[in-house]
């Protein structure tokens, strides 16, 4: 014989798992499996400080570091999407940042790469987004010195705070 009532109680209780299942999954978190930008901020306003360059430049040594061998067409092509320098080419040049890897010779162009110097400031910043910490010493970090600006001790505070995040992260990580 149907009992009625007992499948109003089963269905209240299927619908309360339900509900309890949806809920749930609004809440779950799961870990994103690339979280390395979360500092790039901080790490960005470090290396502006630490190496004495702009944003711009930052952001042309990241697109050569991976072209490593370039002619001037390759870097004025990624050049389009920046604001305009005319002398941004000349700049890195002149400041050690980029290099002549070979002279022009005859049709051949000449080719350049990023210098000893760029490779090592892209390498860093690198090391950096991939939870390396930074150095909190004044001689080490600019940031740290006596006489920084209001904005520099607001970044150092983060930097702070982003290398205790990075030692819980490694003490919590198994290995």
């Excluded at 978190?29 to 360059?53: E, G, L, N, T």
């Excluded at 952001?59 to 990624?78: A, P």
């Excluded at 890195?92 to 000449?110: A, F, M, S, V």
Aim: proline content about 2%; glycine content about 4%; charged content about 30%.
């Amino acid at each position: 014989m149907f009992n009625h009532n007992k499948c109003i109680f089963e269905l209240q209780i299927y619908k309360l798992n339900l509900m309890a299942n949806i809920i749930r999954k609004n809440y779950d978190r799961i870990q994103p499996s690339h979280d390395y930008m979360k500092y790039w901020r901080v790490i960005r306003y470090w290396a502006k400080a630490k190496y004495k360059i702009g944003t711009p430049a930052i952001d042309m040594l990241f697109f050569l570091y991976s072209e490593q061998i370039f002619n001037k067409t390759k870097f004025k092509e990624f050049e389009e999407c920046m604001s305009w320098d005319e002398s941004r080419f000349h700049e890195l040049l002149k400041q050690g940042w980029i290099h002549i890897w070979r002279k022009r010779k005859g049709k051949e162009t000449t080719l350049y790469e990023l210098s000893y110097k760029g490779k090592r400031m892209v390498n860093t910043i690198y090391k950096k987004l991939n939870g390396e910490e930074i150095g909190v010493g004044a001689l080490a970090n600019p940031l740290f010195r006596h006489d920084a600006s209001y904005m520099d001790k607001v970044y150092r505070n983060m930097i702070i705070e982003m290398n205790q995040f990075i030692k819980q992260q490694r003490y919590l990580s198994p290995e």
